[in-house]
């Protein structure tokens, strides 16, 4: 079926609302930004903010003490405005797509500077946010305000897709366009927020990818797919892509029981981020002769210390961490256009310092050698 054929409108019906919101009473997990069933607690407009960032490309079990830290830290969004990047990017630290860190900051100073603190209740308003595009626009409005505005992210296109037996790929721009009509035509007109929530539940723990459960689905008399045995077919995979690896060496220099720190460039990936000196891998093997130039510093008694893997949705890196002593605290930065802060730590002080989870790997393994440690 081609990705702009006709999709018919056959799921807008009120038992399917019905049966997809008694569903979700029962069986809905416990999320910490959910308010207490049933539907009569109060909705945090902030907490949905904080989660509906935390939550772009990231499972909800990973979130979970990662926005309950963030919430302890900063309650409200005057206290997020006013914290520092640095702070925000620490409490982040381990969540991965830093961008998001550095654009609910920026969203939280212009709450503030133009919506009075209050967190803006429509999709317009909410869109002209940092970070906030038309899923995370319809999230917040619908489940903090209960406004009637649809969401479609991976597990909702799945849904409406085994629902209506839509072929096509959803990742295709015309079926996308086609799934958010009908995202928006199965929207009942009250309960919008609670629906909305049901949708991405049913396709988080029962419509999901690969072998989802028809039997406990609440709404399986209505899914096109099920009833000809396609969903395991509906929607089709993804298209594997090769994923390049990169290698990288990570210098750790000591000196007076100090780590050289640097800044990550303010863009690019993990921008802003602190880490161990790290340069791409050259061909030749590491010496001190070679390195000390890479990373503008004398360096002496380089030995490596241990590798690790990190993988990332499109790409992997190998990092080779290496330790290194220097004679004194020179802070002469190689390039001062792109790594214009340096800071000698101790290793009990790298909690103020926002890491990458590479880099956490490798300061953990500094801190279990003993032959190297503080």
């Known amino acids: 079926m081609h990705a702009k054929a006709n999709i018919p409108l056959t799921i807008r019906r009120p038992s399917l609302v019905r049966a997809l919101l008694t569903w979700y009473t029962r069986n809905r997990r416990d999320l910490p930004w959910r308010p207490a069933p049933p539907e009569n607690g109060p909705v945090d407009p902030y907490a949905v903010l904080v989660s509906e960032f935390m939550l772009q490309k990231t499972q909800v079990a990973t979130v979970v003490p990662y926005f309950s830290r963030f919430l302890a830290a900063l309650p409200n969004v005057a206290a997020l405005a006013a914290s520092s990047e640095r702070n925000v990017l620490r409490l982040w630290q381990g969540l991965g797509y830093y961008s998001r860190a550095r654009n609910i900051r920026a ?181 001190v002769r070679s390195i000390g130039p890479a990373i503008g510093l004398r360096i002496a008694g380089l030995h490596k210390i241990g590798q690790i893997r990190h993988a990332l949705t499109h790409r992997r890196y190998v990092f080779t961490a290496f330790a290194a002593t220097s004679g004194r605290l020179c802070l002469r930065t190689r390039s001062a256009a792109h790594f214009p802060h340096r800071r000698w730590v101790r290793l009990q002080d790298l909690h103020r310092f926002p890491l990458s989870r590479p880099q956490l790997r490798i300061a953990d393994m500094l801190g279990a050698s003993p032959s190297i440690a503080d």
């Open 107 to 287: 969203a939280a100073r212009k709450i503030v500077a133009c919506f009075d603190g209050q967190i803006p209740r429509s999709v317009r308003d909410l869109r002209t946010l940092p970070g906030i595009g038309r899923y995370t626009a319809g999230a917040i409005a619908s489940i903090a305000f209960d406004e009637r505005a649809p969401i479609l992210d991976g597990n909702v296109a799945r849904v409406l897709c085994r629902l209506e037996k839509v072929h096509a790929d959803p990742r295709q721009p015309a079926t996308l366009r086609r799934l958010w009509q009908l995202a928006g035509q199965i929207l009942p007109a009250s309960h919008c927020g609670q629906f909305n929530s049901a949708l991405m539940e049913l396709g988080a723990t029962i419509c999901t990818p690969r072998q989802p459960s028809c039997a406990n689905c609440p709404l399986r008399r209505f899914c096109r797919a099920a009833a000809a045995g396609l969903q395991q077919t509906i929607p089709p995979p993804r298209k594997s892509r090769p994923v390049p690896t990169l290698a990288r060496w990570t210098i750790c220099v000591h000196c007076q029981n100090r780590w050289l720190l640097e800044r990550r460039p303010p863009t690019g990936r993990w921008a802003g981020l602190w880490q161990f000196p790290t340069i791409e891998t050259p061909d030749a093997p590491p010496t």
